[in-house]
């Protein structure tokens, strides 16, 4: 159980086109899912925090016209890069808590990430 | 002080040794931490909580020290199934996680 997917898993695409990254939750419901970005040797660095039905809050930094977030249901969070840069080129992952399941309440299951080239 | 500082390493061991990674953390109020793993172009895994009492699961032991705002992780016996980078991860209340840049292992034979 405890599965999160991530749709593409790898894209490129010329600057200047938007990209969408679906990310699921596949026998769980999430309230609230996260989205991080990694660049090489870096750590995760989150950069919007998505909840279910309303807007999603975004981390100091990063534009929210440009990373557009929709989260429409308890299993979809989308995240649109909007007129893409080569210096969004990275690797996007998105996260979820369960929190009807049981245990550690603080777990977050991660999706396996989209590396995203930008030409 | 950055929120969390660990060694980037690389740390190169040989199969069957013991190594041990520490990281620090500013925030004294974390409640939770965890150790991630996270294997080169994958997603970070849940390696295992640290708890104050300290913990262990087969060849990892976790352990917390808050009065020094640290935790490390001991790998005994190191695999080669074991290279990877190594996160620590800490929470508080309500926030979303924090991550530390990792610790990367290569165990070599």
């Known amino acids: 159980g405890a599965v999160v997917s991530q749709h593409p898993s790898w894209v490129i695409c010329k600057s200047g086109t938007s990209v969408k990254i679906e990310c699921r939750s596949l026998?769980?419901?999430?309230?609230?899912m996260f989205w991080y970005r990694q660049f090489p040797k870096q750590s995760l660095m989150l950069m919007a925090t998505?909840?279910?039905?309303?807007?999603?809050?975004?981390e100091q930094g990063v534009e929210k016209d440009k990373f557009l977030i929709n989260h429409a249901s308890l299993t979809l969070s989308t995240l649109t890069v909007t007129s893409a840069h080569p210096e969004d080129s990275s690797f996007y992952i998105c996260?979820?808590?369960?929190?009807?399941?049981?245990?550690?309440?603080?777990?977050?299951?991660f999706g396996p990430g989209t590396r995203l080239t930008v030409l | 002080r950055k929120e969390v500082e660990q060694d980037p390493g690389p740390f190169n061991v040989p199969e069957g040794a013991t190594v041990a990674f520490n990281c620090t953390y500013s925030?004294?109020?974390?409640?939770?931490f965890f150790w991630y793993r996270q294997d080169c172009r994958k997603e970070p895994k849940l390696l295992m909580s640290?708890?104050?009492s300290g913990n262990e699961d087969g060849r990892f032991t976790a352990q917390l020290n808050r009065a020094s705002q640290y935790i490390s992780l001991l790998i005994r016996d190191s695999k080669l199934s074991d290279s990877a980078t190594y996160l620590c991860?800490?929470?508080?209340?309500?926030?979303?996680?924090?991550f530390g840049k990792g610790t990367r292992l290569s165990v070599i034979a």
């Open positions: 640290v708890y104050s």
């Open positions: 996260s979820a808590r369960d929190y009807l399941r049981g245990g550690d309440y603080n777990e977050q299951f």
């Open positions: 026998d769980f419901q999430a309230t609230t």
């Open positions: 925030n004294s109020a974390s409640q939770s």
């Open positions: 998505s909840n279910e039905g309303s807007k999603a809050t975004y």
């Open positions: 991860v800490f929470y508080s209340g309500n926030t979303p996680l924090v």
